[in-house]
């Protein structure tokens, strides 16, 4: 696997894809970022014949990187929470930028960004799929995803509209942790919002 963590392949991460095809008999045609080559070396590792890309999955393509326009970062953070990799630095309400050599190009970063700051370059000119690629940026990425996945329990906190039962036993109160949670949450998104309407008066005053 790439290692991309992009998730096209319809699985949370590159690891739970590989685990599908090796216990669950799941097609191995499913990533995008590993291309025709990909697929031949799964079709190599399993003793399949190699089908084709799944058109439903995605496209081969070059490999990209993200990039941000730091001139329309809010510093909301959401891209920084969604990159598997931990490419992406920044803090609260300052803006943020993309540690390229760390990026995989997952595109995960592009459809939480609230101003639509955060675009794709291409890296690898006409180059696709593992050419595109290397053993050694595979391995980097993955050493990468496993820090942030060791790192994320210490920071996730739930969403206020999980669905979280009060009691298994009676209908008591709500629990002060989960109140904070749901006080911290509305704040959050009045932050967002309160950030938002700064980006489209900038907008509205000069093009960008």
Do not use: F
């Not at 609230?114 to 593992?130: F, H, K, M, R, Y």
């Not at 940026?137 to 206020?160: G, S």
């Amino acid at each position: 696997m790439p290692q991309t963590q992009c998730t096209r392949c319809g699985y949370p991460d590159c690891a739970t894809y590989a685990r599908a095809i090796a216990e669950e008999g799941v097609p191995i045609n499913q990533c995008p970022p590993g291309g025709a080559e990909g697929i031949a070396r799964l079709a190599a590792i399993t003793g399949q014949a190699p089908p084709p890309l799944s058109a439903e999955h995605g496209v081969e393509a070059p490999r990209t990187v993200a990039y941000i326009d730091e001139a329309w970062c809010i510093g909301c953070t959401l891209c920084i929470k969604a990159c598997p990799t931990d490419a992406i630095v920044g803090s609260h309400k300052k803006m943020h930028t993309v540690v390229e050599p760390y990026c995989t190009g997952c595109e995960l970063c592009i459809p939480v960004c609230p101003v639509d700051c955060i675009q794709l370059e291409n890296a690898s000119g006409n180059a696709t799929g593992w050419a595109a690629w290397s053993g050694p940026l595979a391995q980097q990425a993955r050493l990468r995803y496993q820090a942030h996945r060791e790192r994320l329990p210490l920071e996730a906190v739930p969403d206020a509209d999980d669905e979280t039962p009060q009691s298994s036993v009676d209908n008591g109160p709500v629990p002060a942790s989960l109140a904070d949670t749901a006080t911290a949450q509305v704040a959050r998104q009045a932050t967002i919002a309160a950030a938002l309407e700064r980006a489209r008066q900038r907008r509205s005053q000069a093009p960008r």
